[in-house]
């Protein structure tokens, strides 16, 4: 008689001694009056998610999350943070007090010259916001807007404080926040994925954004961000091949997925599972896609107002599309513009990058705030870091820039929980060190997850023998910007 050597390939020790874990695990639960998951019991459906968290740490203000990242580091100095001394040293020597030992990019070793800001700013709204004119369509949110003006990073160079901003640190190959917030809450679409990544471009040179950036990391697979094409296919290979038909697609997933099955009840391998469940989003987002990327149901006043003439790759579609997910249960959208490294000819540059982003972002607040969404949806607005006061020229015959610069910078945040027309925070005279309320990247994290109902200590992963989270061992929540 033939034997199966699957049969034979647990050995009784292993069983004896899995036997005793799960045994013992099961007292434990009972002991303590918790699941093996360590949620409290009874669970608040209210609280339930469909994530590695069984329940909420506490109740959310936002659901979900919209990251507007201006790649490339916007200039703070003409967009949120007015600096009238800083006009007054237009073309001095910059003090030596600011500058002596700090971090500089491409200007280290050269003479450095304030260069005064290059934008008119005005009061907006009750609050009397002051915003830089680069910005009007977002200037008339100002009372939805909380700008943070003291944000600090600490990584100097493109890739790594992008790196930085995502994941927490300047390590390749962490998990990102999208990749962190999917695995813990998961999403509340069934047919698409619960992180989507878009981008767009236009203005200086556009800094290349790696995919590294919204990688699940050590976390499960499942969890990285799907990213989405504006022409030919929205994601790769989510149309069938000529020859097959949905039924036909439906078997083979389904068969797939019961060989994993079958794999897995031997490896128990989290991947394995991960792979099944892929396979099954896949065959789901076949139908899904295509109807949401499809705008022709919008009316015309909301396409005017994005000002999306088709699936152009526009910052203006990504934002529509955006709202889109959105409304459809993706728990966090990250839209990449690229083109804000404004190192030489910034007044031009900054006219075109702003032109590219300002209308689409204000129609996207609108439309989410017509829809009774923003104020479950935390909307972030910014870059990887910021500008300096100093004056940077690539070339004998350029046209000034500002070189990159971290020790102080401003986003804006919308919705979700977060006060708006409030400033918070501030940069010394010249918009050089953030010298008030300073928030970290930490700071951030912790303030987004806190917003998500996730206290950020206790959203973790265990690996390599220690217990990794977003906010590594640092940050606080920004309580004073939230309502």
């Known amino acids: 008689m033939s034997i199966n050597p699957y049969d034979l390939s647990m050995q009784r020790r292993t069983f004896l001694g899995q036997s005793a874990l799960g045994l013992g695990a099961l007292a434990l639960s009972n ?13 608040d459906p209210l609280l339930a998610t469909k994530g590695a968290l069984p329940v909420l740490h506490h109740a959310a203000r936002a659901k979900r999350v919209i990251f507007l990242c201006m790649a490339g580091g916007p200039s703070h100095l003409e967009l949120f943070d007015e600096k009238p001394e800083l006009a007054k040293l237009d073309g001095q020597a910059m003090p030596e007090s600011y500058t002596a030992g700090q971090p500089i990019a491409q200007l280290q070793g050269k003479e450095l010259l304030c260069w005064g800001p290059r934008a008119k700013f005005d009061s907006y709204g009750q609050s009397g916001q002051r915003i830089g004119h680069f910005l009007p369509s977002m200037a008339q949110h100002a009372d939805d807007m909380c700008i943070v003006r003291s944000m600090v990073t600490e990584q100097i ?36 994925p619960g992180f989507v990544v878009m981008t767009s471009r236009s203005g200086r040179y556009p800094q290349p954004v790696s995919s590294r950036q919204w990688h699940s990391g050590f976390l499960p697979s499942k969890h990285q961000g799907v990213t989405f094409h504006s022409t030919g296919e929205p994601v790769h290979y989510v149309s069938n091949p000529p020859g097959v038909d949905t039924q036909r697609q439906q078997d083979v997933v389904e068969t797939l997925g019961a060989l994993n099955r079958l794999h897995n009840a031997e490896a128990d391998d989290p991947e394995i599972a991960a792979r099944v469940s892929q396979y099954e989003l896949a065959f789901r987002m076949q139908a899904s896609v295509p109807t949401l990327t499809n705008i022709s149901d919008e009316p015309q006043h909301v396409l005017d107002a994005y000002g999306v003439s088709g699936a152009d790759g526009s910052f203006a579609y990504n934002c529509l599309l955006a709202r889109r997910l959105a409304e459809r249960g993706v728990r966090f959208v990250q839209l990449y513009h690229r083109g804000w490294d404004h190192h030489d000819n910034l007044d031009g540059f900054m006219k075109q990058s702003c032109e590219s982003v300002d209308k689409p972002t204000s129609a996207l607040l609108s439309d989410l705030k017509e829809r009774g969404m923003l104020e479950d949806t935390l909307v972030v607005w910014g870059g990887e870091f910021g500008r300096t006061p100093m004056a940077q020229k690539k070339a004998a015959n350029s046209k000034l820039g500002r070189d990159h610069h971290i020790k102080g910078f401003s986003m804006a945040l919308f919705g979700g929980g977060v006060k708006g027309g409030v400033t918070y925070g501030a940069t010394d005279e010249l918009g050089y060190n953030a010298i008030e309320n300073v928030v970290h990247v930490h700071d951030l994290h912790a303030t987004m997850l806190h917003l998500l109902g996730v206290d950020h200590k206790r959203l973790t992963y265990r690996y390599q023998g220690r217990d990794f989270r977003l906010t590594d ?11």
Do not use: Q
């Not at 962490?174 to 695995?183: H, L």
């Open 31 to 43: 002991l303590l009056g918790r699941s093996a998951l360590g949620s409290t019991a009874p669970t």
């Open 473 to 483: 061992v640092a940050g606080h929540v920004v309580k004073d910007i939230l309502v």
């Open 157 to 192: 160079n493109h890739d790594p404080a992008h790196t930085f901003m995502n994941t927490g640190t300047s390590i390749s190959g962490r998990p990102s926040m999208g990749a962190w917030i999917n695995y813990g809450l998961g999403s509340e679409a069934d047919d698409l």
